[in-house]
């Protein structure tokens, strides 16, 4: 078990899998801070000086991992459901996240006359889906959440029927011809780093993702494509949208990203 502490926190003890989520989301550049509007018994999330999330008594009592925020279904972000979703809310979220009415509940809360509808996130893989979708975070197959005492089986055969976009060899070929072998984001030469590698290993990577053309299109293997390593090609795909290569060089260079600009060209 993951053992997060909150400073500033008073509530009562976190779950094992609350403790895990915040400490996924910490390697993701986000913030458990301590409520002092209420008294120390709320955990807020925050990324980028937002709250986007919150966890506290309720949330725990309902077997949650976290409370929903819902900051951008209308202008004002706030923990209860704007008063126009509410009827249509459940539908509406699992169509937004792609999830089930078994992944999370809702509760009312009737104060002064006045209700309003919260949500709890019961499933810890979709709250994080979800935290990083409604921050531009790339979320694959890979995010997920496991519970101590689960049981992991592989092997089973199965068949997959899909279509997938077509890459031109001849391309790629012209674009290594063109540029080598040497990754143009860290400059690592993959052959030359592992002795007794027998032979050249590179990504082509599109600099325009390929997802986001429409039907068959020419591809300028000098200006559209550019060969990268796959640990720098990981960290262009880790946002959507991606990042770009000087960003990634940028981010190799110590500098913040507001600093990377096309003027900064040029291996690290």
């Known amino acids: 078990m993951a053992v997060v502490l909150v400073q500033g ?51 725990i009592g309902r077997g949650g991992v976290v409370g929903y925020r819902f900051s951008d279904w209308r202008g004002k972000a706030s923990n209860g459901c704007p008063s126009e979703f509410v009827d249509s809310l459940v539908p509406a979220f699992c169509s937004r996240y ?22 709890i996130i019961t499933n810890p893989t979709l709250a994080l889906r979800v935290l990083f979708q409604d921050h531009g975070l790339a979320a694959d197959e890979d995010l997920l959440m496991v519970e101590s005492g689960d049981r ?8 997959v029927s ?3 976009l077509e890459r031109s060899a001849k391309a790629r070929q012209a674009c ?7 990754c143009q984001v860290c400059g690592t030469n993959l052959k030359q780093t592992y002795c007794g590698l027998p032979l050249e ?34 960290v262009i795909h880790s946002r959507t949208p ?15 990203l507001s600093q990377a600009s096309p003027s900064g060209i040029g291996l690290c």
């Open 9 to 59: 926190y008073v509530g009562r003890e976190l779950p094992s899998r609350a403790g895990s989520l915040l400490a996924i989301l910490a390697r993701h550049g986000f913030a458990a801070e301590a409520s002092e509007r209420f008294s120390g018994l709320t955990v807020n999330l925050i990324r980028g000086g937002e709250r986007c999330g919150y966890i506290n008594q309720t949330v």
């Open 98 to 119: 792609g999830c089930a009415p078994a992944d999370f509940t809702t509760h009312q809360v009737r104060r002064g006359g006045r209700t309003t509808t919260y949500l």
């Open 152 to 159: 992991f089986v592989e092997g089973a055969l199965r068949d």
């Open 162 to 164: 899909m279509q997938r």
């Open 176 to 182: 290594l011809a063109h540029y080598g072998f040497d």
């Open 201 to 234: 290993l590179i990504h082509v990577h599109h600099e325009v993702q390929l997802s986001t053309r429409e039907g068959e299109h020419e591809v300028d293997p000098v200006a559209d494509l550019k060969p990268v390593c796959p640990n720098c090609h990981a």
């Open 242 to 256: 991606a990042y770009s290569l000087v960003e990634v060089r940028a981010m190799l260079s110590g500098l913040h």
